[in-house]
């Protein structure tokens, strides 16, 4: 028997599964194996999910979970639904009318799936949609938009909004990345829906080497209507993934420059500090700010440009800790790197610490204060290395004994330090500082550094003014590993702009390697690292030996030493 919701359109025999392992054929019938099966509902503002033009700052209710019809490489996707029989143990079963009853209750303006593909859970997601607008509120998702003409036939209907997840222009690269056979119907149903109205804004990642196909999807949009909002998402690579793909901002805002030439809408997510996420002419100006990978937030509204649908939300909504948007699988992609440095490779075990921790939201919001909080201190770590070393049965005390040993030497040697350096982390601009109290932060203050105190926070910092750059006067800059900049672009933005400070004055502007600070196990590195270059007459760690201890391999970066700074 057929199935016909995507169109993979596979053949499943009786009592068998689909390809992407989310349906049955049940008595000749095509079933949802995990019906009104959740792993995250949870209210996020729109520009997470992320939409720009639509229902600009309002509240909605997310819903996501786990499961896709694509593979594409690296997706923690594939690890969930590979193990779903134990996952499915974390699910939280909520019928579409508990759903509606939440969002209602969150003061919802309308309910989005997004964090997995919808598609994985078609029936459901009919039901809900159906109550939701029975009950006045706004039904969207984040897809891939894979599904067969009768498919989204039966769907159009409910969908107020749409983000379009496109994986490039060809064929070919369709059938590269995510294995799926042609891009034909992602582009038929593209249409489809601009013949429906239905509302829609598109996205793409754009990794180095793919911009032919990004100009191509601009044209193909600019032939239905130069006012879609494209948004790029600049190829961020996390875990193992090769950083040699990731485009700098600069070169990432230059392609949005040559888009613009096809599309009066592009925006550039995954960049802090870039203004190619704010809208703006002669009458209105809306700044939004970078929230964490493919999210924006909204920083100051003036005016209401005519592509906005329907009103602007003027209270703003922040999600905590995790969530909202893409952070969540990133969490847990720390929590498997954490298991991995425990020597717990094991997929199986993971699959079950992982559904324990999905059971309870408190751990999440346990291990994000734990790295990005007030009150903690860099061996509070420890506490989520013994948490995890438990839920595996692993021992933690090699793994804490190496960041402890280390940790206790720099306590000893910073008694040394006489006069303290102003030290400044930056993501991606030179003018995207990150929050006073985040991981990195933690790691400068750590070897005896001064930090910036900023007044605000943001979603992981926000932008400062130039000025404020220049009274602070730094000595010292440290550019994070994740969501980098060349040091070259930090110089370059600094001279265009008249930023005279003494770190670039001496030289002292550091780029950490990729996965060397927040997010991973390898921070005790970039720990020693900040030490080395910061005060060198008092410290020397031998960091490549080091890593062989920790790795049992060379250290192999991709630049020929890892001390990238300019100094
Ligand atoms: S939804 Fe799943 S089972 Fe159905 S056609 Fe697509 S991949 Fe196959």
Redesign the pocket.
Known sequence: M?????????N?ENSK???????QNINGQ?TERFKNSYLFVNPISIETQPMLHFFVNHKFLQIGSVGC?FKCEGCVSNIFVKYIDIYKNAFKKLSAQEIVQKALEENCKGISFGINEP??H?FSLLELAKIAKENKLLFGISTNL?Y?KESLFQLIKYLDFVNVGLKGYTKETYRKFCKAPDSKPVYRNIVYLFKNNVYFEVSIVYSKGVENELINVAKFLSKLSKQIPLQIMRFIPFDKASGELEPSIKESENLVEELKKHLDYVYLFNSPGTKYLDTNSDNFDIKRSFYGPMGAHIISIKGKPNCIIGDISKKDYEEDGFFGGYRITRALEMVIGILNALNVTDKKTIASVITEILKDKTFLNFFHETQDDINSNLENYFDIVELLAKLSNANPKKLIDFYKEILDDIKLKRKKIDKKLKSYYVMGTPIFALNTHRFENKLASFVGLEVLKLEKEGKPGINISKETLISYNPDIVFISGFISCKTEDFIDYCQNHNININATKYKKVYKLPFGWDFGSVEWIFGLMYIANVAYPHIYNFNIESKYFLFNNKKYTPLNKSFYTGIG
Do not use: L, Q
């Open positions: 057929k199935c016909h919701i995507c169109e993979f359109r596979c499943i599964i689909g390809s992407c392992g989310m349906y095509i019809n598609t994985m078609y894979y067969t």
